[in-house]
């Protein structure tokens, strides 16, 4: 039997360096920024105005990625700031 092939009833240890390059490998690339609280406030406001006035369709936007947008921003976590935001 080769060295390589585990034994019938082997158990397989759990190798998390595999299944964290295999959840990587399902993930997709984005953009995170940081912002103050009142930076925050600011880009709410104006996203909210944008949405209420409808400035996704007359801008030709596609309007399920700006509502995803609306969700993205909704569900923003408190975290603690880098040294290189601006503005706090």
Known sequence: MCHTVPRIGYKIPY???IQT????MDTKKGLSIEVSNSQYDFL???LMEAYSNDVAEQKGWDVQTFD???DNVC?????YLSNSVKGV
């Open 68 to 70: 995803n947008l609306i």
């Open 15 to 17: 190798n998390k360096s």
């Open 21 to 24: 390059s295999l959840n990587k």
């Open 44 to 46: 709410y406001e104006v």
């Open 75 to 79: 569900n923003a976590k408190v975290t």
